[in-house]
């Protein structure tokens, strides 16, 4: 079990651009979870996937944002036309089938800066 | 809707001494109560959960947490801190619906 991976730890980029990051759930687990967290604050809830169906997305997620599960495994979370509002830390969970109760493995989450 | 407050934002603590990190929680239904550590540049993990049954619950690294119903509360505690524990902690709630909702957080600062 290597756990939740997130890919990649770092990303820099200039406003307007597009920017694509990726989570590796732990095997075996059904549910995929974004969140963002920006300085100072806890982590927000963006979207959630039970296999590759998107079950939830927050308000927050804005049409600039979209994310895939496409075989019920990795995910992808892309933002087209980056503002500075994006500058945050993307974080990816995972849990295995069950209800609320069950816990979420985070990953190490992947750094945001816009410039 | 659900929400969790972190009645502070930072606190700070001398090694060996305890310490209590305080959590509030409103919801309208029943819920599951997490606390979660992050330590710096890392993801978060799992401290402990409720979820029914003993009010008191234990957890990873000495920390303890007890929900109270009446008060809507789950605070954290450890009767006695290392420096090792210095790092954010967050409180946070589900439901059926499966997504956390955090508190704001609360950075333990041990000092020796």
């Known amino acids: 079990d290597t756990g939740v991976s997130q890919d990649p730890r770092h990303k820099i980029t200039k406003r307007g651009q597009n920017v694509t990051f990726r989570c590796d759930p732990i095997?075996?687990?059904?549910?995929l979870y974004w969140y963002r967290q920006t300085l100072g604050q806890g982590p927000e809830f963006l979207t959630y996937f039970q296999n590759e169906a998107q079950l939830e997305k927050s308000r927050l997620l804005s049409d600039r944002f979209s994310a895939e599960r496409p075989k019920g495994s990795f995910s992808t979370l892309e933002i087209q036309r980056t503002e500075q509002g994006d500058s945050a830390m993307y974080l990816c969970?995972?849990?295995?089938?069950?209800?609320?109760?069950?816990?979420?493995?985070f990953g190490p989450g992947t750094r945001l800066l816009v410039l | 809707a659900q929400s969790v407050t972190q009645l502070d934002s930072q606190v700070p603590v001398f090694e060996e001494a305890p310490v209590e990190l305080r959590c509030n929680y409103s919801?309208?239904?029943?819920?599951?109560l997490f606390w979660y550590v992050q330590y710096p540049n890392q993801g978060l993990q799992l401290l402990l959960k409720?979820?029914?049954?003993?009010?008191l619950v234990k957890g990873i690294n000495g920390f303890e947490a007890e929900f109270n119903k009446s008060q809507t509360s789950f605070h954290l505690r450890k009767p006695s801190v290392h420096i090792s524990d210095t790092a954010e902690y967050f409180c946070a709630v589900s439901s059926n619906t499966d997504k956390l909702i955090f508190g704001t957080g609360t950075r333990l600062q041990v000092f020796p």
């Open positions: 969970a995972s849990s295995p089938p069950s209800g609320g109760s069950e816990t979420q493995y």
């Open positions: 919801s309208s239904v029943s819920v599951y």
């Open positions: 095997s075996e687990h059904n549910r």
């Open positions: 409720y979820l029914s049954g003993s009010t």
